[in-house]
């Protein structure tokens, strides 16, 4: 347990995870644009739900890494703005709901990690991960499917980019990439980030300092990988956008990237060839 907290700081069983007047699940960002891109961001927020209390966790750890992907969310959201491209983002901590993990994960309720104990989530009932489920992980992924689905219908196949952070340093020893390209079985948007990250100056890791082959990657798997979208995972050193001013200069870099990506799928045959549009002239 982490020095100064006890137990008694949260409850255990809510009979409703969410009040009225706290944030939804998830926030959608242009929802109705119709540019074959697709954000999503899974770390997004440090909020616990109110009925949870701190989780028996003090400030810190409630916003290091373990809670948030640092980073991620304002740059997800930069890049939707900048771009008029929509994103979906999580909007709780990923020590209530990991959505980025298959629901029989351990790591989907995280008990311990980098030295934090995380009393919340010990010894849970099935009916309270089943809850947490219900309320804030199932309404995300529908939230995604649904916007898959409508990018589909309105153009070519869309482009299914996940936003992620990672810490410099793991287990004491410094991680040298600046960023990462996650990827499987899918090589299209990986050639294109490996490449074009790197001519922007970045130190890129293939597959580092995570793999897209790894399990943990629900999201992916579940909405793009499935049904053939066109996919990356992206993770960004979160020194590298841990303030406005550095966000700023990833998104600029990121957001040239991006903006070039359907043009260059359909130049490698991909989507639907009677749907094909220009990304500029859907504005």
Not at 24 to 43: K, R, S
Not at 226 to 236: K, R, S, V, W, Y
Not at 242 to 248: H, I, L, Q
Request: with cysteine; net charge negative; charged share 25%.
């Amino acid at each position: 347990m982490v020095e100064g907290s006890t137990p008694e700081k949260y409850p255990a069983s809510p009979a409703q995870l969410l009040s009225a007047g706290e944030p939804g699940p998830f926030q959608v960002l242009n929802p109705l644009a119709e540019a074959p891109i697709l954000l999503v961001c899974d770390h997004a927020s440090c909020r616990f739900p109110e009925s949870l209390g701190d989780m028996g966790l003090d400030p810190f750890a409630r916003r290091c890494h373990l809670a948030v992907d640092i980073g991620a969310g304002p740059l997800t959201e930069k890049l939707a703005d900048s771009l008029g491209v929509t994103a979906v983002l999580a909007q709780y901590s990923r020590l209530v709901m990991d959505c980025n993990r298959q629901l029989m994960d351990p790591s989907a309720f995280l008990q311990f990690g980098d030295g934090i104990l995380v009393p919340g989530n010990r010894n849970l009932h099935q009916s309270d991960k089943d809850l947490r489920a219900e309320t804030l992980y199932w309404p995300y992924h529908t939230a995604v499917d649904k916007q898959v689905q409508r990018l589909r219908n309105a153009g070519p196949l869309p482009a299914f980019i996940a936003i992620h952070s990672f810490t410099p340093v793991m287990n004491g020893e410094a991680r040298p990439w600046e960023m990462g390209v996650l990827w499987d079985t899918d090589t299209r948007l990986r050639d294109i980030f490996l490449e074009d990250l790197t001519a922007a100056g970045y130190l890129v890791g293939d597959n580092q300092p995570y793999s897209g082959k790894a399990p943990q990657d629900f999201t992916i798997d579940h909405h793009a990988e499935e049904i053939g979208l066109p996919h990356i995972g992206i993770e960004i050193r979160q020194d590298l956008i841990d303030d406005e001013a550095s966000v700023e200069i990833v998104a600029n870099a990121m957001h040239k990237i991006i903006e070039s990506i359907p043009e260059r799928l359909i130049r490698m045959g991909a989507g639907d060839a009677e749907k094909r549009t220009s990304f500029h002239d859907r504005g």
